[in-house]
């Protein structure tokens, strides 16, 4: 597993402290428009669409803002026109990353993810430098207490996933593009409490960072993730267990 993944779940525990929730609302509010842009309005016949709204109920974001957005996206009200762009690169200590945002200003958002790398030890590379590196998965993270981790990998298994793994008080389960729709529902249908379920990228290998570099590359990913286009950030460093529990006692 990456470390940005080991990461996430610590920040989770942690109870996201530097996550607002203004800014998730600004964030998915442009996922939402894209998606109903490029695949119409109705979630029944949008899975992405579908995907996106399920994530927006999860941390509560009022009817009309949704309703909002997916007008802007079918154009029964005007708004901006957000495209959807990727940049790949390397980070401190060799480490290789995805961002992907949506925007309604590529200008803008390139010399803002520019200006973040050139400050703090990252560069940016060309289409596809790094993106071999990553398979897209859905991913579906259940909180692990009290489930038993025979019943919940038989659940996930005849329901296409590819992997179940216990961490971080989590089980992630992980599954081809195609089969996750059918995995999120079979998991929600067994009564299983859903924490997070996305389409993910996952590295097909990892590159070990040492605790001098760690703090660079977490700030890095940190700033990255903060800018109001990047959507998603995604990379291939791992963390040892040993630095995971210092960083978490902090």
Known sequence: MSGHSKWSTIKRKKGAADQKRGKEFSKLIRVITQAAKEGGGDPEQNAQLRSVLDKAKSINM???TIQNAIKRGTGEIEGADYIELTYEG???GGIAFVVETVTDNKNRTTADIRYVLSRHGGTLGESNCVQWMFDRVGLVLVPSEGID???IMEVGIEAGAEEVVEDGGFYRITCSP???ENLKKAIADAGYTIDTAEL???PQTTVEVDEKK?????KLIGLLEELDDVQNVYSN???SDEILEKLAAE
């Open 90 to 92: 390397y980070g401190p």
């Open 214 to 218: 760690v703090g660079s590359v977490l």
């Open 178 to 180: 195609q089969d996750f």
């Open 149 to 151: 981790e025979d019943d």
């Open 62 to 64: 009022p009817k009309d």
């Open 237 to 239: 460093f791992d963390i």
């Open 200 to 202: 993910s990228m996952e």
